[in-house]
């Protein structure tokens, strides 16, 4: 590797350094303690300064110097890890420079030649890889050194790298921490002691910062069973997060994909850097907190301070710029924020220089102040640019037009304040869609009725008025503190609809898609999926009991949104769950809109929890136990196992309280989730047990204790509801109500928020990472655990090895996916399939496992045998391998009778191993999670292998001549480098001649009547040349071993089975199993070769190292 040329001192370096070659300009040397010799003491010292300083020459084992012969001054200019590379560099020096440096007079003027060539090539070598780096001279040395020490293959991109402690034990070793796109590494080496660790980020359990008496702070890794700690991190922080990124992109990309496709920004592994990941750290937490959507990201953040009309002063805090919104936080992020879309805004006034500060006009005649703005005059511009508004004075006609145009709008928003949702124009609905809520429709609001609970509803209505009229309505209202004490309080039916679609952020995913719901639906009109069925039989099971849901209208409104939504995102469809959800936003929303909030709930508000496996509220609810040992120690202290809690809570999560909770007062915890998101579940499933705290410590079990939880769930009432008894949900078994007091939703909520409101909603997604590494490592575990107790009915292996040989299968897989961008090995995984069928190997990578694997060396012929043995195995034909084939292979060549390891071989010379095309490409293709599950052919295949008999030998067909010719020189290549190769030979040599003959007799005895001699003569000849290609290999070890056959030394027959081959051809001769087992038990030589048993455990070890450099050879 070339350097940035750096000037050295040779005063001491000799001591440290050999000189290899010389010449007049250039030295290249050799660090002691590499190469030759070691270098004992001084070799050990060497190494150790190596790892623990930071300096490329100190570490690299080979260096090229640059030095003049009348200077004492030496400069750097190349390094590299091996000799090879060294004297690549040293050869092209004396072939391009050397010559040229004749040319010059001076010294300096040779010096400045030879620096500014090498930075030159550096420059030229860093245009694509390094650009993207913050010091790409520093970064450089480190790839250097990330490479020489964990030889991982090439395309293994190294994102960032930390001095660090690594503690072994009780002892801490001072090396490097390297942080790569699929792998964590550490390397210390101190007095000889070498501490090498690679882990790779699927692998990793748990993932957080710990503190003890040892450790003031250190990161914790916990992956294979083993704890990691890293401390003295300088910036642990920015460490952290760098691995919370790099672990979730690996999950996402290999076990998620669903989640993975909705990250463009991050789908190339090999374009992953420190920066880019920050940004998408940050981009991250800009969406979660603005409820923005996915494709925004974080491109500006000034700090400012914005004048607040309500309060009458100016609050600090940092204005954030994405491609279509401007967003305002507060320092604390609590006080207030406002989200303000660029479509919103009318006019940026001209930037006031005395305050550094800029207004910004929005709909509606509200105005924004920044000031303080460092960077007022750019940051006044984009937003201009942004909005496509004109900052010119000749423009300024064309500026009062649009005015005029935003005042005619904003007179109609103050005449109709209903539809300033909507904000942008939108397509006609069709006429399928419903526009209405169904509450409106099924329960329209008696003005007249002057009953309390009407009155109180009315005072709701008035005070969110003031509200609007004090901070706005609509997009660019501000949210409060007041905001959510109004929340809490409960929000008044009419204004419910608006309220949800405005704080989940889906009022501008359909502003910014007018008519993309009508198309939806139009389109999934009519086709039947799996989804579509699911959708029809749950239906009717959606608030059964509410009027909206007995008539067709509010059936048809359930229908079209999810079948829409199953339309729009096919990998989620539709999950049980949605249809409760759906249908309680049909009762407050118009249906647009109901789809809109389903669409926010599902990708952003609750990510993964509407999918087969549920992850998403899995990893809530073990956040929910994090929060409960945190909060209720007493109730920890009496339950041990909070894992009930995790179980009885899934409904919680599932539909926010809807299911548990009667309609009326589940609706008040939807309005807090939507302001509040997830934590506003976690608060209020926190009170619900605090509440339930003395009777949950004297349960004596489970069940006592979910009969506890339903009955206060029974009991939850709102006082202020203004439904009729009609439209209230009956609560599941509250006949005896007299026997538990009733409690006031409004009073628990505001009880969860008093007790609970401290926790942070930063806490709560820092909890969600660190729980979504250990949740889908417990899935996968499971997932293992069903395979190898199926598959160890049927194989002799162990369960332990069974455990090594999934982790290897599992890892094949993974490594055909770790450098690729769209690998099409990341189809062959599909968690929702049978756990045998959720990870399969292709060809190739059956291929390199195989080779890995097999019991004997195999030689010229590897990749045809293993291309035989994939086309054996897989039984279905779909061009994939299971693990419970893969192990029956295995198991078959490990530990079957000699009778099965022949008969396996026999069979991979029979179609359809033996006759596929050469190629190797499967023209069968399995389509893969789309459409319907094909349960039939799932039962069809069970019963199959529940009636399959065990195959006998007399079962198998015949092998022709072509295949028996193939089926010896197979054994020859097995055979290939044992102790015993030339005995093996002869023996199979002796049984290819021998069944031959045989044939031959055979079909002599069926002939009619004896031929004449001549013809004896004739056809004798060609046996034994059959005999000769039989047993001839495809490629000969050795001209001795060759000449010790005796087919080899048959000469003489060879030219007559030229002559005769026509006569050959004529008569197909074929064998059938019994009669080739018969032959080779007769030669103790081969029997003695197939029955000798093979260490699992050392096969297993030796491919557990090699299955990473194999890919570096390849």
């Not at 101190?190 to 882990?199: N, Q, Y």
């Not at 050469?918 to 019963?943: C, F, H, N, T």
Request: proline content about 4%.
């Amino acid at each position: 590797m070339w350097l940035k040329p750096e000037e050295i001192l040779l005063k001491n370096a000799f001591k440290l350094w050999v000189t290899e070659k010389d010449n007049e300009y250039f030295v290249l040397q050799r660090r002691r303690g590499y190469g030759e010799g070691g270098g004992g003491l001084t070799g050990l010292l060497v190494g150790t300064l190596d790892t623990v300083l930071d300096s490329t020459s100190k570490v690299a084992p080979f260096r090229i110097l640059h030095h003049t012969p009348d200077s004492q001054v030496y400069w750097s200019i190349a390094c590299g890890v091996t000799k090879e590379e060294i004297v690549q560099h040293w050869d092209w020096l004396q072939q391009n420079i050397m010559r040229t440096l004749s040319v010059f007079d001076s010294s300096e003027d040779i010096t400045s030649f030879v620096q500014g060539k090498i930075r030159g090539l550096i420059a030229e070598e860093g245009k694509t890889s390094l650009v993207l780096e913050d010091d790409p001279e520093k970064f450089r040395e480190a790839l250097l050194r990330f490479e020489k020490w964990f030889e991982l293959p090439p395309e293994e991109k190294l994102v960032t790298y930390y001095s660090c402690s690594y503690w072994k034990g009780k002892v801490p070793c001072q090396g490097w921490l390297y942080l790569s796109t699929n792998f964590l590494c550490f390397y210390s080496y101190l007095l000889g002691a070498e501490v090498k660790l690679v882990i790779s980020w699927d692998e990793i359990w748990r993932l957080e910062k710990t503190s003890n008496v040892l450790l003031t702070e250190s990161i914790h890794v916990l992956a294979h069973g083993e704890d990691h700690y890293f401390s003295m991190l300088l910036h642990l922080n920015e460490t952290f997060v760098i691995m919370e990124q790099l672990a979730d992109y690996s999950i996402k990309r290999l076990f998620d994909k669903e989640a993975f496709q909705r990250e463009p920004a991050l789908s190339d592994p090999l374009q992953i850097t420190k920066r880019g990941l920050e940004a998408h750290a940050k981009s991250e937490q800009f969406q979660t907190f603005f409820r923005l959507p996915k494709e925004e990201n974080l491109l500006e953040v000034h700090e400012s301070f914005l004048y607040v009309p309500f309060s009458h002063y100016n609050t600090l805090g940092k204005i954030c710029l994405s491609e279509n919104y401007l967003c305002f936080a507060s320092q604390d992020g609590s006080q207030c924020h406002v989200i303000i879309p660029m479509r919103e805004v009318v006019n940026v006034e001209k930037p006031d220089s005395s305050s550094r500060a800029l207004t910004v006009c929005v709909r509606g005649k509200r105005a924004l102040r920044f000031s303080e703005v460092r960077d007022y005059q750019r940051l006044a511009n984009t937003i201009r640019s942004r909005c496509g508004i004109s900052a010119s004075p000749q423009h300024s006609a064309s500026s009062g037009a649009i005015r005029g145009e935003c005042q005619s709008l904003i007179n109609h928003f103050e005449d109709n304040p209903e539809d300033v949702t909507l904000m942008v124009g939108q397509k006609d609905s069709s006429k399928a869609v419903s526009t209405e809520a169904l509450m409106t429709v099924f329960h329209p609001q008696d003005v007249e009725n002057l009953d309390p609970k009407m009155l109180k509803e009315k005072m709701k209505e008035q005070s969110w008025n003031i509200h609007f009229s004090e901070y706005g309505r609509g997009t660019s209202m501000f949210f409060t503190k007041k905001t959510r004490d109004l929340i809490v309080r409960g929000v008044p039916e009419a204004l419910r609809g608006e309220l949800w679609m405005l704080f989940s952020g889906a009022v501008n995913d359909m502003a910014t898609h007018p008519g993309y719901y009508t198309e939806l639906v139009e389109q999934s009109l009519g086709t039947s999926t799996l989804a579509t069925d699911e959708i029809e039989r749950d239906l009717h099971r959606s608030l059964p009991d509410h009027p909206a849901f007995q008539s067709d209208t509010g059936i048809s409104a359930l229908r079209r949104v999810l079948t829409a939504y199953a339309y729009r995102n096919p990998k989620i469809g539709y999950c049980q769950a949605m249809n409760i959800l759906t249908s309680v936003l049909l009762l407050y929303a118009k249906e647009e809109e109901a789809f809109w909030l389903l669409v926010a709930v599902c990708e952003r508000m609750l990510p993964d929890y509407f999918n087969r496996r549920i992850i998403g509220a899995l990893v809530d609810q073990a956040v929910f136990e994090d929060l409960i040992r945190e909060n209720l120690p007493q109730l920890v202290e009496h339950m041990t196992d909070l894992s009930f809690f995790s179980s009885v809570s899934l409904s919680w999560f599932l539909t926010l309280f809807i299911s548990v909770l009667p309609i009326e007062s589940a609706v008040n915890v939807v309005d807090c989730f939507f302001y509040d998101g997830i934590k506003a579940i976690l608060q209020l499933g926190l009170a619900v047990l605090d509440y339930n705290m003395e009777a949950l410590i004297s349960c004596h079990d489970d069940a006592e204790a979910v009969t506890i939880l339903n009955k206060f769930f029974d009991s939850v009432t709102n006082k202020d509801s203004p439904l009729p008894p009609t439209v209230q949900q009956a609560s599941v078994g509250n006949n005896d109500k007299t026997s538990h007091f009733n409690v006031d939703i409004s009073e628990l909520i505001r009880e969860a928020y008093e007790k609970y409101g401290h926790i942070r909603s930063e806490e709560v997604e820092s909890s969600r990472k660190r729980n979504k590494l250990h949740v889908i490592q417990t899935l996968e575990d499971t997932t293992k655990q069903n395979v190898i107790r199926v598959v160890s009915q049927e194989v002799r292996f162990s369960a332990s090895q069974l455990d090594e040989l999934y982790n290897l299968f599992k890892r094949q897989h993974f490594l055909s996916c770790y450098w690729t961008m769209k690998s099409p090995a990341l189809l062959h995984h599909d968690p929702s399939l049978a756990y045998l069928e959720q990870y399969q190997l292709g060809f190739q990578q059956f291929s390199v496992l195989f080779s890995l694997l097999e019991p004997w060396a195999f030689c010229t012929n590897k990749s045809t045998l293993s291309l035989w043995i994939f086309r054996l195995i897989d039984e279905n034909q779909d061009g994939l391998v299971n693990f419970k084939e893969f192990c029956y292979a295995l198991d078959t060549l490990y530990s079957g009778s000699f009778t099965n390891k022949l008969k396996f071989l026999f069979k991979l010379h029979l179609p359809p191993a033996f006759d596929l095309p050469e190629d190797g490409v499967i023209r069968k293709s399995p389509e893969r999670g789309r459409g319907k599950v094909d349960l039939q052919a799932y039962l069809k295949q069970w019963q199959n292998e529940i009636l399959k008999k065990e195959e006998t030998i007399k079962d198998l067909p015949r092998i022709n001549q072509t295949q028996f010719i193939q089926f010896s020189k197979t054994l020859y290549n097995i055979f290939h480098g044992d102790p015993d190769e030339e005995s093996l030979y002869r023996a199979v040599a002796h049984v290819t001649s021998l069944l031959l003959r045989m044939e031959e007799v055979g079909r002599r005895l069926q002939e009619p009547s004896s031929p004449p001699e001549s013809t004896k003569s004739a056809d004798s000849p060609p046996a034994g040349a059959a005999a000769a290609a039989a047993a001839a290999p495809e490629e000969s070890p050795s001209t001795e071993e060759a000449s010790t056959t005796p087919e080899s030394s048959d000469t003489p027959g060879s030219h007559n089975s030229q002559e005769a081959a026509p006569d050959l051809s004529e008569i197909e001769w074929s064998f059938s199993f019994e009669q080739v087992l018969a032959s080779l038990l007769n030669e103790p030589a081969l029997v003695t070769f197939f029955e000798r048993p093979v260490d699992v455990q050392t096969k297993l070890a030796q491919a557990r190292v090699a299955q990473l450099k194999l890919k570096v050879n390849k």
